[in-house]
């Protein structure tokens, strides 16, 4: 079987919790992504932040994103995976937890994150297909 790091992109970053959602904003901009995981001073995980999160908690509830801290978009436990778990286990945790993408850590450090995308190239149709549809569920995609 498959380990999530065989699969996972390698050059995720994080933007720290106390960091601006302006910053966050600027940071999903060069990077080219919708999504970043939230980690504290201590390096460890806070949770994740989306564009759509920056959107409809800040700008839509009419609040200044340069005000507002990533943290205070982290809630809940954030869920991630571990860099040498199976894939089979990532695509089960994100259809439990109905989210796209997770976190991967390793040595108690984030060292990639793993998406739909991800696993989409590079697992069987059926399996892919499975997962889009459980994970869309909530998502009403």
């Known amino acids: 079987m498959s380990a999530v790091r065989e699969f996972m992109t390698t050059d995720a970053r994080c933007i720290r919790e106390n960091e601006s959602l302006v910053e966050a904003a600027r940071l999903m901009r060069d990077l080219d992504c919708g999504a970043l995981p939230i980690c504290g001073d201590d390096g460890r995980l806070k949770g994740m932040i989306t564009d759509r999160d920056i959107v409809l908690k800040c700008v839509a509830a009419g609040r200044n994103p340069g005000d ?18 199976n894939v089979d286990a990532a695509i089960d945790m994100m259809e439990q937890h109905q989210v796209r993408r997770l976190p991967v850590i390793a040595d108690h450090k984030l060292v990639g994150i793993i998406s739909q995308g991800d696993i989409a190239r590079n697992y069987s149709e ?8 459980h994970i869309s569920e909530r998502h009403g995609v």
Not at 77 to 84: L, N
Not at 126 to 133: A, I, K, L
């Open 126 to 133: 059926q399996r892919v297909g499975e997962m889009v549809e």
């Open 68 to 85: 507002m801290m990533a943290r205070d978009l982290a809630s809940g436990t954030p869920h991630w995976i571990d860099a040498d778990a």
